[in-house]
């Protein structure tokens, strides 16, 4: 696994003008008003740089290299999740922490957009990694098809709960220690549901 690291790192470096513009782009937002966006952008952003280099492992003149090399399908997918979302919450960590110095907020509001950022975090990847591998060459227009379904449950739901101040009643009378809970839960019930899906179709897939 370790020489997979090695190896994604390189492919980082070579899109490091991307991400050191979008890193920038990040820090403005995180100094203004939008902080909330400038932190959960990266999560995003690095999951669609992790999507591409899946892509173009399953690319014919590069798998029948790559796998003929002794690794297993599931140290692949492990390391494709740690690089897509490891980085990108230490980053988000990183970038909250400026939030709250310039905006002087307290720990609780930090805590919350960090536990956020991790949620995003992990169902960017959890959507990236697996279309990518499914659909390869068709990943894009997959991808879009995926978050829009998303978007729109996400967007009944809170149409649906929504009361007069525009926040769900239900959300908005739970105790602190279920939003953390529940988002713990979704979290990793996300990520292991997308890495079983991941692992079933790369050990199905003709390398």
């Given amino acids: ?13 070579k899109n490091r003008l991307f991400l050191i513009v979008m890193l920038a782009l990040c820090v403005f937002y995180t100094v203004s008003d939008m902080y909330i966006m400038g932190v ?13 280099m899946v892509r173009n492992d399953l690319s014919a003149p590069v798998r029948r290299t790559l796998f ?3 690794f297993s399908a599931g140290e692949y997918i492990a390391e494709k999740y740690l690089i897509a979302t490891v980085p990108a919450c230490l980053l988000a960590v990183a ?23 991790v949620l995003f975090t992990a169902l960017s990847a959890s959507i990236e990694i697996p279309v990518n591998i499914i659909f390869r060459d068709r990943a894009q227009l997959a991808r879009i098809c995926v978050l829009a379904v998303v978007m729109a449950i996400v967007a009944l739901a809170i149409f649906v709960g929504a009361g007069a101040d525009g926040v769900p009643s239900a959300i908005a009378a739970m105790p602190l220690w279920v939003w953390y809970g529940g988002a713990i839960a979704c979290t ?5 549901s997308s ?11 003709q390398l």
Avoid: N, W, Y
Avoid at 1 to 13: H, N, P, S, T
Avoid at 195 to 205: D, G, I, M
């Fill in 68 to 70: 003929a090399m002794p």
């Fill in 1 to 13: 696994m370790k020489g997979l690291v090695e190896r994604d790192m390189i492919a980082m470096g």
């Fill in 195 to 205: 890495v079983a899906v991941s692992l079933h179709a790369l050990r199905a897939a």
């Fill in 188 to 192: 990793v019930a996300v990520l292991a």
């Fill in 40 to 52: 959960l952008l990266m999560p995003m952003l690095f999951s669609t740089v992790c999507g591409a």
């Fill in 95 to 117: 970038l909250q922490a400026l939030s709250a110095v310039v905006h002087r907020q307290l720990f609780a509001q930090s805590a919350v957009v960090v536990v956020f950022a």
